[in-house]
């Protein structure tokens, strides 16, 4: 179950590189990425319109790139602008190109029509490239459907379970609840955990002499993008004084590369000591042993589905069960839309 009319991240930034090209599945399509000599990104289909080769084994020449196999060229349109040993290109001969965008680090396509592109529905990721916060970008592969990494990020009283070694440290964050609200294209989700131990996650990079009150604040907006603000003060301090505590700010996203199997970028930003490399480095690398308990639990459960029975309910599902309605919305309203559009020439036609 996919939306296309929106913004789906298919690279960190710094993995297109200035010259070459690199390639990515996105919704069961490869996707070629390259920049231009003026700086500009160009994304298009990774299948040669010919014998369906990948254009990324071919070359670049210019912004063009040619076909290693029988050698079309195809400009940063997708045209085919030459063709060995044809003497005329047939008009059709072209691949398809998508609408792409650098937003923040995070390297966007958008896979619907390119008629209804539009900026404003990029997250704001903000964190992802501002000189107050610091972090190290990550990326995990899934072989599970992006929905069910959508369901994880979802409900964190799998913190308690999951992370307890990790990022949880206490079971008090599956029993507080959450409060979960409407925001524009997706859900907001409020829990605060009071007076806690602080997480072994946040020992490893600072030092607590007393337990801590702990906050997450979260949107996850549409198609499955987590932009939260987390952290915590030492019990007692008033509320947003947050001396002596941690403040952070996460993006994450998650792409469907396949029906079964998943992209998966992240990043955690800190805000103090964020000229020190080392703090950078450990929640880095908190993040990737935590999301490595993640992507074990879920990969399990998915191999342990059982589609003929169904899955229990629960009132720690209410976030997951909403955001899951408002994708099948959309869904449902693409569809109206794309079978409108199908429907009006054949009206036109029946006037001739
Ligand atoms: S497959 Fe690309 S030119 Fe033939
Ligand atoms: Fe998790």
Redo the contacts with the bound molecule.
Sequence with gaps: MWIRNCWYVIAWDHEIPAEGMFTRRVLGEPILVYRTEGGGLVAMQDRCCHRHAPLSRGRREGDCVRCGYHGLKFDARGICIEAPGLASIPAKTRVPTYPVVSHNKWVFVWMGDPALVDRALLPDNFSCDHPDWAYKPGYVHYDTPYLLVCD?LLDFS??SY??EST?GGSTAIAQAVPKIEPVPSGIRVTRHVPDVPPSPFWRSFQSFDSNVDRYFIYDFVLPGTLLMQSGGAPVGQPPGDLRGGVQLHSCQTLTPETETTTHYFFQQSHRSSIRDPAVTEAIYRGLVT??E??RETITAQHRNIDDRTPMLLLAMDQALVRFRRLLQQEVERERAATAAASAAPAAIGTMD
């Design positions: 994880n799998h913190l999951v992370h990022l935590a999301f308990e993640d």
